[in-house]
């Protein structure tokens, strides 16, 4: 089926973010329950949400605490970080490149506040007329309903859209919902499992119109 659509991962695809959420995780963990929590500890939940990542972390360690409260508060101090937060190397280019040939869109697990912010103060929210967040689904990936509901509101049917994702999270949701799945690598992650993605890239610069296509 011929391409139509590629719909862009946010976080650790064309955003160098997780470092950003990462800090904003820790001081959360720290202040509220007084642990201190290695970076590598929380490497292995890159793509999951700040409610995902904070459900596993505890439940492995034996804390009770309101997840959803903290999660809340995670978010909203994540946009005060804004200044670690920049586009991947690549990014801009290969979104403008796609935004030439095909429809594009931002299907981010992060919530709406999180996504608009990020991506206005970096330059590249003027690219994008469809943004599906976590805000907008009531499962979050690895559900394939974010996906979906991007399908849906650009109008094309699953199997014409390509993905560009980057953890195993957003792999799953990807091909759940039908699509195609270009894997990025993040070096940020640990050895995450990209073998469901259909094609493995090294970085963002590395894909272009004919791989796209190729696809199809």
Known sequence: ???????FDMDGTILDSEPAHTKVLQEVIQKEV???ISEEDIREYI?????KKLEIIFKRMGIKKDIYNLADMARKKSLENSHLVAKMY???ELIKRMKENFAIALVTGSGRDQADFFMESVGLKKYFK???TSDDVKRNKPSP??????AEKLKMKPEECVSIEDSTTGIESAKSARMICIAVRNQYQNNPDLSKADLIVESLSDISLEM???LG
Do not use: F, N
């Not at 089926?1 to 719909?7: E, F, H, S």
């Not at 309903?145 to 991007?150: G, V, W």
């Open 1 to 7: 089926m011929t391409i139509k659509a590629v719909l």
């Open 34 to 36: 007084g642990i201190d």
């Open 47 to 51: 793509g999951l949400s700040y409610d």
């Open 90 to 92: 690549g990014a801009e």
């Open 130 to 132: 469809t943004i599906v």
């Open 145 to 150: 309903d974010i996906y979906l509901l991007a």
């Open 212 to 214: 796209i296509r190729d």
